[in-house]
């Protein structure tokens, strides 16, 4: 080999490792730290969907203005010919209507749009009545969600609300596609009004609440049962729950669970850890409306029609 080629094979060398160590460098240069923290999370966010509004009506039978609260399902105004099911829920003592919208208090909108996106609770009309009487809300007194001396606010809640409702929104008439529950006070009101407004419910749902009222066994759901019409009892569809630490709470649904299984009334009673708070309410608002859900799908199917049909029913205009 004489020098010139020598020298030729020299230079190929040092390219050849210099191309070599470059290579390497890009293929082992590290990530920045910079770069993992300012990078988009790989996870999509949902943004809240769902709103309510305040709304007043004149009531005849509290003479004089009511309030209650209401949160449309989605896309309620792009589909003018579609009708809804419809959840009311009632506050307990010292409550008012923004009490299970309230983001400190029931949370409930959270709680329906994870239903809806679930598939385990159909887009439905969710109505907070006021539950108050004549004396307005204290915390020295629980709600009175009866007829008398104080109001009738049974009749307003269950009989004059429901027609407001159905007025003023595009709802399916058939009591089988209305549901009523609330906590507390509002758990017994819930059983009480609806017990007495069965040709306008068929899903009553109570948390925490109780079934005997000081009042008599007029307002007493575990006495006035008995009185509801034969046909209606069975087409009543029953789901309570009580947290643990609520001893008297859970005496009173069993009581009032026996006497709904010797009727052969539907009904589901669960008991979960927690007590008489927000949190245990709001981690339950779930199990009830998920109830709720089966009892309108179950419905849909009884009435041998689908989603198309059962949407294209007329809502009443009565007022």
Not at 84 to 95: K, N, S
Not at 287 to 311: M, P
Request: charged share 20%.
């Amino acid at each position: 080999m004489n020098y010139k080629q020598s020298k030729i094979l020299l230079l190929f060398s040092v390219l050849t490792l210099v191309g070599c160590n470059f290579s390497q460098s890009v293929v082992a240069k590290p990530l920045q730290p910079q770069n993992l923290q300012t990078a988009p999370p790989t996870i999509p966010t949902q943004a809240t969907l769902l709103t309510y509004k305040i709304e007043t009506y004149d009531s005849k039978a509290m003479g004089g203005s009511r309030t209650y609260g209401v949160s449309l399902p989605p896309g309620y105004e792009k589909k003018p010919k579609k009708s809804y099911p419809v959840i009311f829920l009632l506050h307990g003592g010292h409550g008012n209507p923004n009490d299970w919208f309230n983001q400190n208090k029931g949370q409930a909108l959270k709680t329906v749009e994870q239903l809806y996106t679930t598939g385990k609770l159909p887009p439905s009309i969710i109505i907070t009545p006021d539950g108050n009487d004549k004396r307005g809300s204290s915390p020295y007194w629980d709600s009175q969600y009866i007829d008398g001396p104080n109001g009738k606010v049974s009749t307003a809640v269950g009989n004059e609300l429901v027609k407001v409702v159905q007025s003023r929104y595009r709802t399916l008439t058939n009591p089988d596609f209305w549901a009523i529950g609330g906590l507390s006070s509002g758990g017994w009101g819930a059983i009480n009004v609806g017990l007495h407004n069965v040709d306008h419910f068929s899903i009553l749902f109570s948390h925490s609440g109780y079934f005997h009222d000081k009042s008599g066994p007029a307002n007493s759901p575990i006495s006035y049962i008995k009185n509801v019409p034969l046909k209606a009892q069975k087409r009543l569809k029953i789901y309570l729950d009580s947290g643990t630490s609520d001893s008297e709470e859970i005496d009173e649904a069993e009581q009032f669970t026996k006497v709904l299984n010797k009727l052969k009334i539907q009904n589901s009673f669960r008991q979960f850890p927690g007590s008489h708070t927000w949190q245990y309410w709001r981690e339950h608002l779930a199990d009830s409306l998920t109830f709720v859900g089966e009892q309108f799908r179950s419905s849909e199917i009884a009435h041998g029609t689908g989603n198309s049909s059962l949407n294209a029913q007329k809502h009443t205009q009565n007022n």
